[in-house]
């Protein structure tokens, strides 16, 4: 690990800071990631990813409320934030070897994995390599490749909505040349379409999450989460065909999510779920509820997996 000014990949991207936490890069199997540590060092360890369109800094409003009884690790996946943008596959099952061998770089040997949307397709890949690593996994509204990811996009307006760019995202080269120089257009409208309330992103915060999109191959990396989808959802099948996960695992839905029941729908491939529904907010949960989501994870965390929640059925 070294300094910024030496190791950060992306340096045209200004860095946000949050107090009580610093900013580190380390070396994951080749490729760059950026952390974000603080917290209580001699705690036991979360680690935090986010999905798309965001960047770690999704998780700011939740952290400090963790940051008292664990120690908090906000990592961007490899093509996010300030990270490095790789050529080649972004396959969940590649990222979720980046990312573990990161947390490992960090002195981190065991550790709950806490994560929303794309970053819960990697979160899933990685406890189903590294289960034995883990002491609790936590999935925050996400359809995941080849578990809950619906094959077909539905075309009813009131449903289409919310997962027509599944599908958009892996037509080859059309993405890039309608999305190129409109970056904020489009990041912007997942923001405001996809939250309870339009305004709980300023515009400050869609400008920084924009920026990191048109960074430095960011719309490249983005995409290609959705386009090598299929591959990570063989591998989920292949992976599940052996065993299911043991691991407790925390199913994190809202009143106005995408996922209704995340616990139910990865209940069939795990033995030990539990479920929480969060009130008033939409997709962006630890956007909108960050204390709820907090104290969530803080049960789920302390508990040894066994939040105060609902058994999935």
């Known amino acids: 690990m070294t300094g910024p000014t030496v190791s950060n990949p992306v340096p045209d991207l200004p860095l946000r800071q949050l107090g009580g936490f610093t900013h580190r890069w380390v070396d994951a199997d080749g490729v760059r990631l ?26 700011r409003k939740v952290m400090p409320g963790l940051a008292d009884r664990f120690r908090v690790l906000a990592i961007d996946l490899p093509g996010q934030g300030h990270s490095e943008r790789p050529e080649g596959s972004y396959d969940t099952h590649i990222v979720a070897a980046h990312v573990h061998t990161a947390v490992q770089a960090l002195g981190v040997s ?6 929303h949307d794309v970053g819960a397709w990697v979160a899933f890949s990685l406890a189903l390599g590294f289960e034995s690593h883990l002491r609790g996994v936590a999935l925050l509204d996400a359809g995941i490749p080849g578990i809950s990811l619906p094959e077909s996009i539905p075309t009813d307006p009131d449903r289409a909505w919310k997962t027509w760019h599944f599908a958009f995202h892996t037509v080859p080269d059309l993405p890039e040349t309608l999305l190129a120089g409109r970056e904020r257009d489009y990041v912007g409208w997942f923001l405001r379409a996809k939250t309870l309330s339009p ?21 490249r990396a983005s995409l290609a989460y959705y386009r090598d989808a299929a591959e990570s959802a ?4 292949e992976a599940l065909g052996r065993r299911h996960l043991t691991v407790p695992v925390l199913g994190v839905s809202s009143s106005h999510g995408s996922v209704p029941d995340m616990a139910a729908a990865i209940g069939p491939w795990a033995e030990n779920t539990t479920r929480v529904v969060v009130p008033d907010a939409g997709h962006f949960i630890p956007d909108e509820q960050p204390e709820a989501v907090a104290a969530a994870l803080a049960d789920f965390i302390a508990d040894g997996g066994c939040p105060t929640g609902h058994p999935a059925r």
């Open 110 to 115: 065991t550790y709950t994995l806490v994560a």
């Open 234 to 237: 063989r591998k989920n099948r």
């Open 199 to 219: 305004d709980t992103f300023d515009d400050a915060e869609i400008d920084h999450y924009a920026a990191a999109v048109a960074a430095d191959g960011g719309l």
């Open 34 to 59: 950026h952390a974000v540590d603080g917290g209580r060092p001699d705690g036991p360890a979360v680690v935090l990813l986010a999905g798309f369109p965001q960047t770690w800094w999704a998780w």
